[in-house]
């Protein structure tokens, strides 16, 4: 009987152990790789040794205690110490092992002090990528301007003007400066038509209204939509969804609306997160026959869906335009490399089957750590052209 006992509680176990060998073995990488590079292999002696070893498995211990701390329990200041911690051993991870192969170089040719030489120069680049990665994750984004053709749009609608703007992000750092001045880049554009595709912030609207209060300053002669994305459902969806209606946005929950300019008329359509059906809220899903429900269907359409892998419904039922964000481009590089294992695209845009494109956004802000590199944030200027 107590076999029987103790093996009906083991995978209740062994799945809590599996996880936790793996999350350890993550962190002895990201840590341990770096920590070899710029403290053991370049042999600095007893003591520079024993005060970079304190400090790596510190920072080791620190980062998933701050990361349960600040994005499970919603304390900012742990989710700062655990974003920048994050941030920080990622690129001192990544240009260890490209040193990795260059003192391999070294020491074939025979260079003297080949280990030195290798964590001076990663330790240098990393120190250099983080204070240009920061100040790029700080500033208002630039415009990045696409011409799009949609063979089925009318010439009345030729060169209708479409702002994309998605994972914004408000957290915990205080970005209501910023985001004021991301609302006036907008409005420069004179927009026909402003989108955001979702991860508008983590954490509720009343701990993030400040940020997003310039929302409701947005000018756009054809409205302001707007969808959910997977951040919404770790916080409070249907919060956000009502206060973005109370800033004046249209959430386009599996709904559309028509914009239209004399006879020439655009079906601007939006769909939940791929994530939304785990979310526990009724109703919520990525349901597209819903949100064309009703639709001409000779009307060209433009769909709001956050994931850009949601691009397999819009090939499916016809869409002409899928806007997308999610990837952040991969945000800190190499990252983007492990990004497509997972998305269909990590940036631009990209034609799919039948007549359906996909243009995917770097992201106008910027998760967890504040750091872009090689991956800027954008604004995105879409100009629909027809084919005339």
């Known amino acids: 009987m107590a076999v029987d006992s103790a093996a009906r509680r083991r ?3 062994v799945r809590p152990a599996a996880i936790g060998l793996v999350l350890v073995a993550v962190l002895g990488l990201l840590f341990g790789v770096p920590w070899w ?6 042999g600095w002696g007893s003591g520079v040794t024993a005060a970079g070893t304190v400090l790596f498995l510190g920072a080791a211990l ?4 701050a990361l349960v701390a600040g994005h499970r329990n919603g ?3 742990a989710s700062l110490v655990s974003d920048v911690l994050l941030g920080v051993v990622w690129v001192l991870f990544s240009w260890s092992v490209i040193g990795a192969g260059a003192r391999v170089v070294l020491e ?8 030195r030489i290798t964590a001076l120069g990663v330790g240098g680049v990393s120190a250099v990528l983080l204070a240009w990665g920061y100040h790029e994750a700080m500033r208002v984004p630039r415009v990045r301007r696409v011409d799009v053709t949609l063979p089925r749009l009318g010439s009345g609608l030729d060169g209708t003007r479409v702002v994309l ?6 957290g915990p750092t205080d970005r209501a400066a910023w985001s004021a001045k991301v609302t006036e880049a907008v409005n420069a554009l004179d927009p026909h038509l402003v989108c955001h595709t979702g991860d508008i912030a983590d954490g509720t609207p009343a701990r993030r209204r400040a940020q997003a209060a310039p929302l409701a300053d947005i000018e756009a002669e054809f409205g302001r939509v707007y969808v959910t994305g997977n951040h919404e459902y770790y916080g409070d969806a249907l919060g956000w969804v009502a206060h973005l209606q109370e800033l004046g946005w249209q959430p386009l929950h599996n709904l559309h609306t028509v914009v239209e300019r004399g006879d020439d008329k655009l079906v601007v359509a939006g769909i939940d997160d791929h994530t939304a059906h785990h979310s526990g809220h009724p109703g919520h899903r990525a349901d597209l026959d819903a949100a064309l429900a009703g639709a001409d269907p000779d009307l060209p359409v433009l769909l709001l869906a956050h994931q850009p892998k949601q691009v397999a419904l819009a090939e499916a039922a016809g869409v002409d335009l899928q806007i997308s964000g999610h990837t952040h481009g991969g945000q800190i590089w190499p990252f983007h490399h492990l990004v497509r294992f997972d998305q269909p695209a990590v940036q631009g845009l990209s034609r799919r089957a039948g007549r359906t494109q996909l243009y995917t956004s770097r992201g106008t802000g910027f998760w967890g750590p504040p750091f872009r590199i090689f991956a800027p944030s954008e604004i995105t200027l879409l100009t629909l052209r027809s084919p005339a």
């Open 11 to 13: 995978p209740g176990f």
């Open 37 to 42: 590079t710029l403290v053991l292999a370049p």
């Open 75 to 77: 304390r900012d200041g």
């Open 165 to 170: 703007l998605t994972d914004t992000h408000y």
């Open 108 to 115: 074939a040719l025979d260079v003297a002090d080949a280990a």
């Open 62 to 65: 620190t980062l998933p205690a």
